[in-house]
């Protein structure tokens, strides 16, 4: 990656630092601010995740971009080197939520009493209120201590937050009670007064606003463990991500078994799986057969049959025999590791809309401070008297707080994402929600996305009494002999039958097919030419059968012995079982599907009726695919495009919205917006149905922050607000977001919700 400024070009490195301090969405948008102004910087600083994505020019070092955070008044830190990783490291949300559970605790303790003393007018005995200024003082002191101290640090960096917000409210309410105490003759022993949702009018010179200072703390000291407890739980997928790797593998080294980390394991040691073992990292089986159990990674429930020279990936669950698998992919290379490295770049950045939201949040504060100002204003010109026009200022300051606005995105994004990992769905970044919603055409290769991308043996016709086994047992036995896909295809089918035999005086003609002895007997397998120069006639009822899987758009090959041929095998690039239900969910969504492929017509159309695809478009080179997306773009369609070969990248990219099949090529992978991790179609279905929900869901949380702030703020400024209602409302808006997002982690696939 390179940069240009003039005519000098930089690299550029891109680092995600952990952010401490922040406490709202402002916060986020300062320090974004801030890092954006360095020369050649480009930051994006997510509240959700306490973390900064930040690209550098070389001309930057990593110390400048942590020096401009902490001049901010905010920590920064670099992520640990993967060495330094250890299963405890998570621990510092768990001590965060520690230190707010306790000082929520005692704040509600002490607060209790005084909220309860000044609702109910009866209970208010002499001196209650010197009771309630004593309880209530620790509550605003200790309790409210991270408001006041972020409010003067950002007052010392000469910037105003939530926390100025909630700080100045609490203290002047807690202030305005001192001086009705000490000064006024709010501490005359006897003293009592009502409590009222409203304001009233009056001098306000008997007024305590203890209860306001002490509830309005204990509601924004709940909101924020509430948001942090529901911020780690929304972390909890890729944090499980994370972890689902084994920590120790059996390697072999000189002919012996010795244990080691992870860690330490190199490309190209072999080591040794057992069942119900871990796959320590990516690599290829060499000796051994067993089962694989994917969910862990894919949302797969069936496992995988493996044997020697198949790929397995590590997390995964050996559930069979014992393996010996030769390790290709290490450390931060393996699958793993790049899908959390997705899953964390997706809940880094930001979509359209969370833009938006920060932007309003960052000149939010100072537009509220000057609100407040002016109903004070306002009410003191019109006669109600302090006490009313500071109750309504406050009610202002309290109310408008704009937290709920700041996490309705970053939440959303962070469950969304993290159960997507889940099920094997990698969305690449928030922008890709967007797409989603708007996509109204699907384009889907054929070869391993629609089919199997294998060569298989479909059907097998015989004539004159030929036994069907037999056949299969001689003509697979002389294909074992040959590389060709089909050959293949009909040797892997007769093997799985029974053992074959050995087959003497194998030669293969290039173009048409084999011959040799197999059991004492000469067979020829091929094409009707091959057939016809060895003599072999070929019955009526074979040559019907042949045309017949033609027509169907599958590949025919004869095989024939003692002077005749005697059946027809059907070989054709299998439909996947679960794609005709996929077309249909697809549908169902309100998608077109379109088969694009290099394949002829004929194999196309065949393709295309069994799983139930009515548009075709067949024999395109892969750099015509790309021609194909943007003409169906320019005729106004809203593009999906899902492939798993080299030849998709390009298209992949060209497409509105990219799916990788995640058993493709990496070059498709790294071109595609979504990755479907198990390579089948029913995901792309579920990956588009979760971008959709995750999306909704970012519109309802903001829809909610936006109402609520609207609606609320005249009503405090109005004076039908009290300041300790408006406390709870704000608190309980934020909690209502992040729950909402929550309920993300009960999304389950269409499969599982049938």
Known sequence: MSTGTGHLTYATRRIDLAIGGM???????????????????????????????????????????????????????????????????????????????????????LAVPVVVLAMVPAWQFTNWQWLSLVLAAPVVVYGGA?????????????????????????????????????????????????????????GGQDAVYLEVAAAVTVFILAGRFFEARSKRRAGAALRALLELGAKDVTVLRDGREQRIPVRQLAVGDLFTVRPGEKIATDGVVTDGASAVDMALLTGESVPVEVGAGDPVVGATVNVGGRLVVRAQRVGGETQLAQMARLVEQAQTGKAAVQRLADRISAVFVPIVIGLAVATLGFWLGTGAGPAAAFTAAVAVLIIACPCALGLATPTALLVGTGRGAQLGILIKGPEVLESTRRVDTIVLDKTGTVTTGRMSLVDVATSGGTDRARALRLAGAAEAASEHPIAQAIAAAAAAAGDLPAVAGFASTQGLGVTGTVDGVGVVVGRPALLAEHGLAIPAELDAARQQAERAGRTAVLAGWEGQARAVFAVADAVKPTSAAAIAGLRALGLTPVLLTGDNRTVAAAI???????????????????????????????VAMAGDGVNDAAALAAADLGLAMGTGADAAIEAADLTLVRGDLTAAVDAIRLSRRTLAT?????????????????????????????????????????????????????????
């Open 146 to 202: 991270p408001f006041h101290r972020a409010a003067w640090t950002n007052l010392r960096h000469g910037a105003a937050t939530m926390d100025t917000l909630i700080s100045v409210g609490t203290l002047a309410a807690f202030g305005w009670s001192l001086w009705a105490l000490f000064l006024g003759t709010a501490g005359t022993p006897g003293m009592t007064h009502p409590f009222t949702l409203a304001v009233g009018r009056g």
């Open 698 to 754: 970012i519109r309802t949380n903001l829809f909610w922050a936006f109402a609520y702030n609207v609606a609320a703020l005249p009503l405090a400024a109005l004076g039908l607000l009290n300041p300790m209602i408006a406390g709870a409302a704000m608190a309980l808006s934020s909690v209502f977001v992040v729950s909402n997002s929550l309920r993300l982690r009960g999304f389950r696939t269409a499969a599982a919700a049938r």
């Open 608 to 638: 295309a009726a069994e799983v139930g695809i009515d548009q075709v478009i067949a024999e395109v080179l892969p750099a015509g695919k790309v021609d194909e997306i943007r003409r169906l773009q320019a005729a106004g369609r809203v």
């Open 23 to 109: 406490t709202c969405a402002s916060c986020a948008a300062r320090i974004e601010k801030k890092l954006n102004r360095i020369d050649g910087v480009t930051a994006t600083v997510n509240y959700a995740t306490e973390k900064a994505s930040v690209t550098f020019p070389d001309t930057v070092t990593t110390d400048q971009l942590i020096a401009t955070v902490e001049a901010t008044g905010y920590t920064a830190a670099l992520p640990p080197a993967p060495e330094q990783e250890t299963p405890e490291a998570p621990a510092a949300p768990g001590d965060e939520l520690t230190g707010l559970r306790r000082r929520l605790r005692t704040s509600a303790v």
